[in-house]
């Protein structure tokens, strides 16, 4: 859900790291803007209870393991000052302005419904709620300041003989000392998907680079597995998003102004299809839990998307 472009390059020049001849290529990745929008649907149809919404964990694993990529590839790009103001630009600003929507949103129907204004308050903001989808864009301002922090004071990070080693022991001790389900769900989200990060910024540091893309992919695979076996329900952000990614990183495919356009619809139907879902479950024939409520919330959400992207509102709200 990040704005940055992806570059994919040939190495061309003795020495350099595969993290950077991963931000100096001559084109955008179309596969890694089209698996956002991909992710975003599968969000869309957990929300509306749908078939396909059991795979959301790699969903969110998508996002979270490209934010880290993207970081990694961005984090020697001006000072670290500048970095946090693009950053919470990009992330913070939306935010706020969609948790004043939603939470104003939140209120109305408290108020219609005649329960107490502030406990609904209380549910809805961490520890106890996570205020429903917003809960990432505070979390990937976070992640993404920690890896390029990661890589600016360990530069050794972008070589993949450091970077992989570095994400599997990280998330093994992470999944060692760290017990999400344990957490009030407000703090569990913000803790769940920090694996999928560091398999991020192995990727980055294998670039296109076929030997590292494999034995990443395969590393996030075997650990995804065995967490999953232990108990850790999100696995599937190690087997299967990381994979994906590996496999649009090694047969990257040049981007056009549509899939460009695709990674920018990608955030507008996060933003937008927890609105959407409940305006139709008012207005529609639709039923919760019914494939039909999930299809026709993403593509209510991507058509509000297409109209604003283009104009200075859409850019604002998105």
């Known amino acids: 859900m990040d704005g940055t472009a992806l570059r994919l390059g040939r190495a061309d020049g003795a020495g350099r790291s595969p993290a950077a001849r991963l931000d100096a290529g ?17 969000i869309v149809l957990f929300h509306a209870k749908a078939p396909g919404g059991a795979l959301m964990p790699a969903a969110l694993g998508i996002f979270a393991a490209t934010l880290g990529l993207l970081a990694m590839a961005g984090a020697d790009r001006g000072g670290f000052d500048s970095l946090v103001r693009r950053r919470a630009g990009r992330l913070l600003r939306p935010f706020l302005l969609w948790a004043a929507v939603y939470l104003g ?38 992640a993404s300041l920690a890896v390029a922090a990661v890589r ?19 998330t093994g001790l992470w999944l060692f000392l760290v017990d999400p389900a344990s957490l009030a769900p407000g703090i569990e989200v913000f803790f769940g998907y920090v694996p999928a990060v560091f398999f991020g910024m192995a990727l980055a540091a294998a670039g296109a680079e076929p030997f590292w893309l494999g034995l990443t992919a395969l590393a996030a695979a075997v650990l995804g597995l065995a967490a999953e076996a232990g108990g850790f329900a999100g696995g599937q952000q190690l087997y299967v998003a990381v994979p994906l990614i590996a496999v649009a990183l090694l047969r990257p495919v040049s981007g056009t102004a549509t899939t460009r356009l695709a990674a920018d619809l990608s955030m507008a139907v996060y933003l937008l299809h927890v609105l959407v879902l409940a305006v139709l ?38």
């Not at 084109?27 to 649907?41: E, K, Q, T, V």
């Not at 494939?291 to 297409?306: C, Q, V």
């Open 26 to 42: 001559a084109g955008r990745n179309a596969g890694l803007d089209l698996l956002r929008l991909a992710a975003a649907l599968v």
């Open 105 to 142: 949103l939140r209120l109305a129907d408290a108020a219609a419904t005649h329960e107490p204004l502030l406990p609904a308050i209380a549910g809805w903001f961490p520890p106890a709620g996570t205020m429903g989808p917003l809960w990432f864009l505070p979390f990937a301002f976070l």
């Open 152 to 170: 600016r004071a360990w530069p050794g990070t972008a070589r993949p003989s450091v970077a992989l080693p570095f994400a599997a022991v990280g």
């Open 281 to 318: 479950l008012r207005i529609s024939p639709f039923d919760l839990g019914s494939i039909a409520l999930g299809l026709a919330g993403f593509a209510g959400a991507a058509a509000i998307g297409l109209v604003l992207l283009p104009t200075p509102l859409g850019r604002w709200l998105f």
